[in-house]
């Protein structure tokens, strides 16, 4: 059976991707997929303006998600700006390094469980060699500009397929947004006779 | 700066996340009103022209039966973030996207484009001009129905004006007597910015995304399904 490619939509920022990231990368133990990384930079830091509401809403909704999936949900410490930047930046070294799946459930528990703040070096190494990454080599990705360009490729990625928002999984062209729509690419999956 | 800081970033969240949830004073304000024999309310709201708000009502009516609760349908026109590049894109996914969360439900939509605001506004004017009561509701659930599922084209206005008399009685509310900016108020009150949103107890959910959490959450009200 030949293994097909689950593109990956994540922001580091995005709570739902939190949510999403232990499902999503489960997948492959039950189909012949391949996640396919895809850190985006957040929504409002590529000039979005996002009501006040919406932020109440998605942590108020967040918590009551993680709760039904058993999932720990706060302390938080909200990465917009440098913190988000960084992991991403940390994200495709670690894609580089086959721990991409390690770093994503790190970090983005590291933020949305424990309150690390991953803009400081002392938050980001704590995630970063919890994932096995090497801290030097990690610090060293956050200014790396070929990292940058990537990060800089999903989003046009996402804007092409005239997507906005996280987490995203495209399978075969088809679109699914909401860490609460694995459950109707599974069907997809099946019918595609990837069911391992 | 750094106070601040943990202000926004951590503290703020903290408290957001701990008023999320039904509280003690929750239980306690339904179970008073069940011993007065009132009835609990989820107030929706929802545009006539949103795939997913059809999801949501036609969810919600069939979740909401047998228990002693009134679903509450609120239509309203304008809605969404201001200046959001994304909305066109928003409104072609949402339809692909309501097509997959009524198959769970095994209810087949039947239309596949977009339908402008302005096309059904008039429905929300209808709907609008009276006061939220089942029969409304009806006419509310049953109009969806026949716009997504059976994919009849609200141009036909015929059609919706013999559903009105079916499900309300007589003819629709005529034009002058709409109340839409007093629901956009309401809303905005409440909280959401999109639509479909469940209210509930000063809870609010993207209703058709969350009809069990809102199931689950009228159980531990005490609104609990009859047998």
């Known amino acids: 059976m030949s293994v097909e490619p689950i593109e990956y939509f994540f922001s580091y920022r995005s709570p739902y991707s939190y949510l ?15 996640i396919v990384y895809r850190g ?32 720990p949900f706060g302390p938080v410490y909200d990465p917009v700006g ?21 770093f994503v459930l790190s970090a983005s528990k590291g933020i949305w469980a424990e309150a690390v703040d991953v803009s400081t070096d002392a938050g980001l190494k704590t995630v970063a060699e919890r994932a096995g990454l090497s801290w030097p080599e990690s610090l060293a990705a956050t200014a790396n500009p070929e990292y940058r360009a990537r990060v800089e490729a999903s989003v046009a990625a996402l804007e092409a397929l005239e997507h906005w928002g996280v987490p995203t999984l495209v399978f075969r062209n088809e679109i699914f947004w909401g860490q609460d729509r694995i459950v109707d690419l599974e069907p997809r999956l099946v019918a595609a006779g990837l069911l391992g | 700066m750094a106070v601040k800081e943990t202000l926004t970033r951590k503290t703020g969240p903290r408290l957001i996340i701990a008023s999320a949830g039904v509280k003690a004073r929750h239980k306690l304000a339904a179970a008073k009103l069940r011993r007065t024999g009132g009835r609990e309310q989820v107030e929706l709201f929802f545009a006539f022209d949103d795939a997913l708000s059809a999801v949501a009502l036609i969810g919600l009516a069939d979740r ?4 002693d609760v009134d679903l509450v349908s609120i239509p309203v026109v304008e809605r969404g973030m201001d ?38 506004r008039y429905l929300a004017k209808w709907v609008s001009a009276r006061e939220p009561h089942r029969t409304v ?15 009849i084209d609200p141009i036909q206005t015929e059609h919706f004006a013999a559903l009105w008399d079916v499900t309300v009685g007589g003819t629709p509310p005529g034009p002058g007597t709409h109340r839409l900016a007093q629901n956009q108020a309401l809303m905005k009150k409440r909280g959401p910015y999109e639509t479909p949103a469940a209210c509930l107890r000063g809870q609010w959910f993207f ?21």
Do not use: N
């Open chain 1, 82 to 102: 440098e913190g988000a930047m960084r992991c991403l930046m940390v994200g495709e070294y670690a894609v580089e390094q086959g721990l991409i799946k390690e």
């Open chain 1, 20 to 34: 999403s990231a232990p499902r999503v990368f489960a997948l492959p133990e039950k189909y012949a997929v391949e």
């Open chain 2, 207 to 227: 209703a058709h995304e969350r009809l069990d959490r809102i199931e689950e959450t009228l159980d531990e009200l005490g609104w609990v399904k009859k047998p």
């Open chain 2, 137 to 151: 509701t009806a006419f509310t659930v049953a109009a969806v129905r026949a716009i997504w599922v059976e994919g």
């Open chain 2, 64 to 67: 909401l039966s047998g228990r």
């Open chain 1, 40 to 71: 985006v930079i957040p929504m409002v830091m590529r000039g979005q303006s996002v009501p006040r509401e919406k932020g109440i809403h998605t942590l108020r909704d967040t918590k009551r998600e993680a709760d039904a999936l058993g999932m």
């Open chain 2, 83 to 120: 200046a959001d590049p994304a909305v066109e894109w928003k409104r072609a996914h949402s339809v692909i996207d309501a097509t997959r969360l009524a198959a769970r439900d095994g209810i087949t939509f039947t239309r596949k484009e977009v339908i402008r605001p302005e096309a059904t």
